[in-house]
């Protein structure tokens, strides 16, 4: 990680050995200002040269800024295309984040390097907002960042902050440095099956991280926050569909997890002026319609994966086939149904839900479209859609699925007039496919291994 401190550090490290012969490291020897001259040039020729060969390092020459931070894991992106590049410039000069500008709405988005928070980063930089993104990348992508900066490049839409939820210090640190009027809190490890395996690493990073995130809001006046929940808060309710009132029981870590968030938001929320959206996603599917975003989970996680990139999986070969778990469900094709959302509807529910957010008020709604799809017609269309033929395998039932999830998205229609416009099983999948297609190798290698 490239730090301001080391750069500066370098000259006085650099006195004790490797350069020890030169005029300049003597104390006794008289004052040689051109050898001192020398000697720094080197040393810059020098620290470039490292810092180009870091694998962490971006050069700046693409109309971004890379600034370290006193050796923390504490990276920032920002647009700086009108301004001189100058690595050791301190990034408080920039104060397009740091202050309010008045008509300019800016929105912390967590976990926009991933799925869902670069899909929503997008459309709130479409819409003018402006967005900084915080993300460890211990599971999004880099390459969607540079998505999104490509396309945004002016100074004052876009930053990335490339820092971890779970660092009380620094997260209280950007919330002290950005004039932030709104947070969209999407980042959070999100599967199932891995949350059974690997429990408190869900608590931890969703419950606990949340609250820092919370304290972080409260301790700096930002009030309102759009909270990204998941239809797992509901476990196996016995009556379909499910509203909102649908008691929630949750039957995983996962799950739980995200309700225990949602607990403390509401608690919290009670005796102070926050404004609350909660959105329960059900499942989410496609990607940018233009091309130019995609869902490109780490490799590591496919066993977790969800029902479309498996489906995609298999359709490029490498995984053999699909295994459908349960053909004898009380379905009418016997297979268990599920709730599809497409990204850009979901997107579009949580632009509505922010224009909506009112002091003192909490919305909670599901992000559903109301209509359960089967497992079968979602290979079907993942057939239609891929033009591929998919092997699919039927087994007998996995014990903990539910045979039916579908949404009563009345709520949300009712009072964010929201419905959903572009889902479309064939389709949505169609254009999930295409960007598969385009982008065989996901955005490229991770910058930062999982944490
Ligand atoms: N994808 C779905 O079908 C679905 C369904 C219901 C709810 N959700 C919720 O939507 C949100 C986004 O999900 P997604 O599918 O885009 O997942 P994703 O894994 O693609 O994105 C999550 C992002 O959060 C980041 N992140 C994780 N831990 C972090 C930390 N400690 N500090 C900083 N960044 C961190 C990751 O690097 C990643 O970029 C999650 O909260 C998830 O629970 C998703």
């Avoid at 820092?163 to 947070?183: H, P, Q, R, Y």
């Amino acid at each position: 990680m490239l730090s301001i401190n080391r750069i500066r550090a370098q000259p006085r490290a650099a006195k004790a050995s490797p350069f020890s012969g030169m005029d300049f490291a003597d104390p006794k020897r008289k004052n040689n200002f051109v050898g001192k001259i020398l000697f720094v040039t080197v040393l810059t020729g020098l620290c470039i040269l490292l810092l180009k060969q870091s694998p962490n390092f971006t050069s700046p020459s693409a109309g971004y800024i890379l600034l370290g931070e006193e050796g923390k894991k504490y990276l920032i992106f920002r647009n700086v295309k009108s301004r001189p590049i100058d690595i050791r410039v301190n990034y408080k000069i920039f104060t397009e984040f740091s202050h309010q500008e008045p008509g300019v709405m800016h929105v912390l988005v967590t976990g926009g390097a991933g799925y869902i928070g670069s899909h929503a980063a997008l459309r709130l930089l479409k819409d003018s907002y402006r967005v900084t993104i915080v993300d460890n990348l211990s599971r999004g992508n880099l390459g969607a960042i540079r998505v999104l900066q490509e396309l945004f490049p002016e100074p004052g839409r876009l930053q990335f902050i490339y820092a971890d939820l779970g660092d009380a210090k620094t997260v209280n640190k950007i919330f002290s440095e950005n004039a932030f009027d709104a947070v969209m809190h999407f980042a959070a490890v999100a599967y199932v099956g891995e949350s059974t395996l690997e429990p408190l690493r869900y608590y931890h990073n969703i419950t606990s991280n949340t609250l820092l995130v919370l304290e972080a809001m409260a301790r700096h006046g930002v009030t309102t926050l759009i909270y990204s929940s998941t239809c797992a808060t509901y476990g196996e309710p016995e009556k379909m569909p499910i509203t909102e009132v649908t008691p929630q029981v949750p039957i995983n870590p996962y799950g739980k997890a995200k309700k225990m968030a949602e607990d403390m938001i509401l608690d919290f929320s009670r005796n102070s002026n926050m404004a609350v959206m909660i959105l329960r996603y059900f499942n989410v599917i496609g990607s940018d319609p233009e091309g130019r975003l995609g869902e490109a989970p780490r490799p590591e996680l496919r066993e977790h994966g969800r029902i479309s990139g498996a489906c995609f999986d298999a359709a490029l070969g490498i995984i053999a086939g699909l295994k459908v778990k349960g053909t004898d469900y009380s379905t009418p094709d016997g297979t268990c149904i599920r709730d599809y959302i497409d990204v850009t509807d979901l997107v579009d529910a949580h632009v509505k839900a922010l224009a909506k957010a009112k002091p003192r008020k909490v919305g909670i709604y599901n992000v559903g479209t109301g209509k359960g799809r089967s497992v079968k017609e979602f290979v079907e269309a993942c057939k239609k859609a891929t033009g591929r033929e998919i092997k699919v395998e039927f087994l007998s039932r996995r014990p903990g699925d539910y045979a039916e999830v579908y949404s009563d998205p009345s709520k949300i229609n009712r009072e964010l007039n929201w419905t959903a416009q572009h889902t479309d099983l064939q389709v949505s999948l169609q254009t999930a496919w295409r960007w598969q297609q385009s982008h065989r190798n996901g955005y490229g290698p991770p910058l930062a291994s999982a944490s």
